[in-house]
């Protein structure tokens, strides 16, 4: 709402306020206290991809292949959200895209009539942070037609996507506590930002199980599984960072906007690689 309308509608009318129907559409469009919001927004996902795959005559099962994907994505808020006029906070555009190369293989191969094992390897080239490489081992074995063991071993990552590469800052009046005790108001302006530089999130895992039928239609399993991620894609705690500036830490009163008159006027809260 423009407070500069509201107040017009207010006072200059204040018969239609304090009368009849004051909050219908019609006087409120009328007076310019309400208007119609339009967002935009869209994805696009091109993708070329060609394969391979089968089983020769040891029972050796085989697949490769290789891919071409483009993937791009905008957001246009309201021209009154993008200026800061509006009930919500201010809110800039997203618009960017990227594109990845890939190849891979895997394999499985019966060892023996109870013990499998599989290997499976692929690269990505993206056109954001350059080449990963990852792949994955498993193995299965049957004691008895009843009871099988699995373990697989793999590493993955997350590429960022368009909105926490190139999304738009986006405002929030977050409710915060101010270590300084300026504040009179606990709502403070966090402006929510992107990072175009971010890394993709790695992980390691492991995971190990048994399969038991115990009678036909009837199973269990029972696992055990560990993943360790690095560069893991987040922001850090606006609470935390404003403690951490109250406590002389320099670096983290970069993210802090304050007043000539020493009250806190915004913070920052960027997209990082953490862990």
Known sequence: ????????????????????????NDFLASEGVMYTEQNEGGNEQFILAAGYSGVNEHDIGYAVGVESRFESGFYTPDLITQAGESTAAQQDPTEGNYSVQ?????????????????????????????????????????????????????????????????????????????????????????????????????????TAGVVWEIADGLSTTMDYWQFDITNAISRVNVQNEMNKCFADDLAACETIGITPDGDLSEMTSTLTNIG
């Open 1 to 24: 709402i423009h407070a500069g309308n509201m107040e017009k509608s207010i006072y200059n009318h204040q018969d239609a306020w304090f009368s009849g129907d004051p909050m219908s």
């Open 102 to 206: 890939s190849i891979y293989g895997e394999i499985s191969v019966p060892v023996t009539d109870s013990f499998t094992v599989e290997a499976a390897t692929r690269y990505d080239n993206y056109s954001t942070f350059g080449g990963a490489a990852t792949w994955k081992l498993g193995a299965t074995y049957s004691i008895t037609d009843g009871l099988m063991f699995r373990a697989v071993a793999a590493t993955g990552f997350r590429a960022p996507s368009v909105s926490e590469l190139y999304g738009g800052n986006s405002g929030s009046f977050d409710y915060l506590t101010d270590p300084w005790g300026n504040e009179q108001d606990s709502q403070i302006l966090v402006n929510y930002t992107s990072d175009a530089d971010l890394k993709p999130e790695e992980s390691e895992s492991f």
